[in-house]
């Protein structure tokens, strides 16, 4: 498909964009935090694509602190629609924090989204998340989801700038597909049918 302009979407042209995607942007999911962090870039909005239940307390939040040229608010959209923004985005981010066994071995759709869009990532410690990113060096991990370390991570990356880490994220995106990942499916379904 035609890649669209980041004018066509009407995002700023010219500061960098910091992008959570999904319909899970849920508490302990880092976005409160990823909005604090925001505040102390520059040149950097956090974009925020989707739905969740932090989504009207996250608004309150960038209008009591009249934050509003500091995030974009977009409902959810078609999937395609979606990965648009993604392609025009700078660094993704997926900071769910270790606070029940769901997030902890969470491995969210956006973080492959993020690589085959080839944008880094920046995530929390859960372990499959942070796995791939330390493996494929496709971003940063932090130990802690508080303002002061995202908003370090995010530094660091984007003043390495996106371009930086398309070796690694295309050789991610080679490796991270169904098609390879189906064949292990496959595997454990004939050994299940085959004890039955």
Known sequence: EERKTREELDLPADIKIVINQGSGMNVDRGIEEAFEAILKLEDAVLLLVGSGDVIPKLKAMVKEQ????????????????LLQYTLNADVGISLDKDTNINYRFSLPNKLFDYIHCGIPVICSNVIEVKTIVDEYRVGKSIEKVTPEPVAKALEEVLSKGKTSYQDALRIASKELTWEKEKVAVEEVYKNLISKV
């Open 66 to 81: 009249n934050a509003e040229d500091k995030v974009i608010f977009v409902d959810r959209v078609p999937y395609q629609e």
